[in-house]
């Protein structure tokens, strides 16, 4: 960016969403992101004597890049730290037996197979509430007496759940410090339900050579940062539009690996004793830190999950098992079993099982570093422009706490909490065909199909919608149980600073800024002259990103108007309704709205490329004539009638199979005509232009789309329930 760029900076300001501090957090007076939510925490003081659980320390440089620290020395830490992972298990030393017998032990650990814990199937989600009491934690100091379940008498009476005995708490040796305290008073309500929080990296060796700038800027101590996009004017000169963003946190370059435990997982782990499930998951593109934030994190949770369970939860039956999966291409791999081949299932209680999942009982800090470091050096990964080191897949890592029924060692220990960390896949996969072939495509289909689900659930889940869309990819519905009930999300959102990355981190920003944005608590609280802002300085911005009022959205989708404009919208409506369009083809959901372009967007920046002459709206006779073919998914109106009580597993798979094809292959037609005509929309956008025809034409095109893709996903809905019938019967062997 030059100097002249930031001379005009000030003309053009794009806020978004401009929320409180957090809507969420119980200390919103400080001016201070972190606040007395930050000072509770005091990990700081974690430095322990006990000898059974390591004190904790900053792995981040074990990890790979040295703690963040000023981040400067860490640059190529992560990728160091994956070859280092590859050459120390590459002949399988660790765990040269991964098959290992049920329970077998070993240094103490115990490999827990799935079929131990019931026929053949491993329910990572038998989250049994009406066996489990309520779990509350009472202060560790507070003298209170015994816990009573308000549910009165249950098998935990004789054997109350929390010794609030001071003294036997002390006899452990365990130091009286601020993290046990704070843990012991947290209660899952009083952390954020949801919390999105941006980590900055450094600028790399490459950036710095290239000269390229910095163009995020953090107020120190602030929750919001502003990304100084430099763009062209039509005449080519220069100019800067600066977007701010506020978030629950902003991390700057300096952070270290520490400090972003402490302000995002650290405060969520004791709510896992409470029958929570947690889910934290770093979000950016290709070489923005992902792995380098996420992978130091599961290791300081299970430090202090040890800690808990040997001090405010000793002797009362908690164990703490680990699983490592990833997602690639829609599959599910073991990352501890030797990338095994899974298989998912939902039961008969729509319970989502992974079959083969091999789980790890373990105590020790040791042992889960060195299943963390197997399952990391077995991902797989590739090389991007951006990353020589790129993961592909969704890497998945579970740390559940579970406790036997009867607080005994005779029964199976079913799941109490859990915390699961996802390392995504980079983000901008989708768009990134310049040197890839069909299969990295294929991938980033697959991701972007996924990263647009997640978003959806953690919508739907802040607004505590009935309905949550985990049936939109393969990750969220393995997640499903962490989208509903109690659960808690830390979105961290990485970003990297280097000029040639703007693009690809507004998207990261604008899909960070959504996934909160029209909850409950941020609307209410949402300044109306601020939005309205947000609409109309976001002019320069793709249609995409301009969020659309519910109240605006006044026909029915499928109400597809006859005459162009029948509703004598403004421009800025017509907008708003095609943006809702959109996100209701990409979510075929008529309650949703919202279109992300980060999942769909151009290859190119249309105003990079834009040419004069390219501001001619063009005719969109071809499109409506293609799309006026008969809907494919009239041929499957009778889809009730489809399926007779016999059918075979293998046909109900035929079936799905079919449906996700045909499926997929709406929604990339759709989405081939919104990337095409959002472009062509945006640079025809200038004064003299008439766009209404256009854009009432478009809707029309659109609208017709998102009815079929509807039908399908209604169709793969009902397809999804004959499967649960078919595996009732199955299970109960009829
Ligand atoms: N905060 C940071 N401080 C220092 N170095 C960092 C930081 N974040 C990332 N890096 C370095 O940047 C490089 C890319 O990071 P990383 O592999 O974590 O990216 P990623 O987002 O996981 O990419 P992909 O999606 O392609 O896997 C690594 O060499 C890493 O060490």
């Not at 400080?30 to 000898?51: E, I, M, P, R």
């Not at 062209?232 to 400090?259: I, M, P, W």
């Not at 992902?290 to 908690?318: C, E, V, W």
């Not at 041929?635 to 399926?643: A, K, S, T, V, Y």
Request: hydrophobic share 30%; charged share 25%; glycine share 8%.
């Amino acid at each position: 960016m030059n100097a002249v760029g930031r001379q005009r900076s000030s003309t053009s300001s794009t806020v978004h969403h401009q929320r409180q501090y957090s809507d969420h957090f119980l200390d919103t007076s400080s001016s201070n992101s972190n606040g007395k939510w930050l000072q509770s925490a005091g990990l700081q003081h974690f430095q322990s004597s006990n000898a059974t659980v390591p004190a904790l320390q900053d792995y981040s440089g074990y990890f790979g890049g040295g703690g963040g620290g000023n981040g400067g020395g860490g640059v190529q830490g992560s990728r160091m730290f994956r070859n280092i992972q590859r050459s120390i298990n590459g002949g399988n030393e660790l765990f040269s037996e991964p098959l290992t017998p049920p329970n077998q032990r070993r240094n103490g650990e115990e490999l827990i197979n799935s079929s131990e814990l019931s026929p053949g199937i491993l329910d990572l989600h038998s989250l049994d509430t009406e066996l489990l009491p309520e779990m509350p934690v009472p202060g560790l100091y507070d003298g209170s007496s015994h816990y009573h379940s308000g549910r009165g008498r249950s098998f935990d009476d004789s054997e109350p759940y929390i010794s609030t005995n001071k003294q036997t708490n002390r006899t452990r040796g365990l130091p009286d410090n601020n993290l046990l305290k704070s843990f012991s008073a947290d209660k899952p309500s009083s952390v954020a339900k949801i919390k999105v929080v941006v980590r900055k990296r450094p600028l790399n060796k490459k950036e710095v050579s290239r000269q390229e700038e910095d163009i995020i800027s953090i107020e120190p101590g602030s929750n919001y940062l502003t990304v100084h996009e430099t763009k062209l004017k039509v005449d080519l000169t220069e100019y800067e539009e600066k977007h701010e963003f506020v978030f629950d946190a902003v991390l700057s370059e300096g952070v270290s690996n520490d400090e972003v435990y402490r302000e995002t997982v650290e405060p969520i782990v004791p709510t896992i004793f409470q029958r929570t499930k947690a889910t934290c998951f770093a979000y950016g593109q290709t070489g923005s830190g992902k792995t380098y934030t996420m992978q130091p994190l599961p290791l300081k949770a299970s430090q202090d999950i040890l800690r808990l369970m040997q001090h405010t939860y000793r002797n009362q039956g908690f164990y703490l098992f680990v699983s490592f999966f990833e997602i690639y291409g829609g599959k599910l791999y073991d990352l501890l079993n030797e990338r095994r081949k899974l298989c998912m299932r939902e039961d008969g209680k729509q319970q989502v099982c992974i079959v083969g999942l091999q789980e790890y009982k373990v105590s020790n800090v040791d042992t889960i570093r060195e299943l963390i470091e197997k399952g990391n050096a077995t991902r797989s990964t590739g090389t991007t422009g951006a990353n020589e080191e790129s993961s592909r897949s969704h890497a998945i890592l579970q740390l559940a706490v579970k406790r036997s029924a009867d607080g005994s060692e005779s029964k199976p220990p079913r799941v109490v909490g859990k915390l699961s960390f996802i390392d995504l896949a980079g983000s901008e996969r989708g768009a990134d065909t310049t040197d890839n072939d069909k299969q990295t495509r294929m991938e980033g289909a697959e991701i972007n199909k996924s990263l647009l689900a997640l978003k959806e659930c953690i919508r739907a889940l802040d607004s505590d919608q009935g309905h949550i869309p985990f049936r939109g990819s393969k990750l969220t519905e393995v997640l499903r149980d962490s989208f509903v009930g109690d659960s808690r999300t830390v979105m961290i959102s990485c970003v990297s600073p280097n000029s040639g990355s703007c693009e690809h981190t507004l998207n990261t920003l604008r899909y960070a800024d959504r996934v909160k944005s029209l909850s409950k608590g941020t609307t209410s609280k949402k300044d109306p002259l601020l939005s309205t802002l947000n609409i109309r300085e976001s002019t320069t911005l793709p249609l995409s990103s301009i969020a659309p009022t519910v109240s605006s959205i006044e026909n029915n989708i499928y109400d597809v108007p006859n005459e162009h404009n029948r509703f004598g919208w403004s421009k800025q409506t017509e907008r708003e309704t095609l943006s809702h369009s959109m996100d209701r083809v990409s979510s075929g959901r008529e309650d949703d709205f919202d279109f992300s372009e980060e999942f769909y967007k151009p290859e190119k920046p249309s105003w990079k490329n834009s040419k004069q002459d390219s501001f001619r709206i063009p005719p969109l006779e071809d499109k409506t004539r293609k799309t006026d073919a008969q809907p494919k998914w009239k041929e499957h109106q009778d889809f009730d009638n489809d399926l007779s009580a016999d059918d075979d597993l293998s046909a109900l798979l035929k079936e799905e199979d079919d449906l996700v094809n045909a499926h997929r292959k709406e929604v990339e037609e759709t989405i081939d005509i919104v990337r095409e005509e959002m472009k062509l929309l945006v640079e025809a956008d200038q004064p003299g232009n008439q766009l209404d025809d256009y854009i009432s034409r478009l809707n029309t095109i659109l609208s017709q789309k998102a009815a079929g893709i509807l039908h399908l996903q209604n169709r793969l809905a009902h397809f999804q329930r004959r499967l649960n019938e078919h595996n009732v019967l199955v299970s109960s062997g009829q």
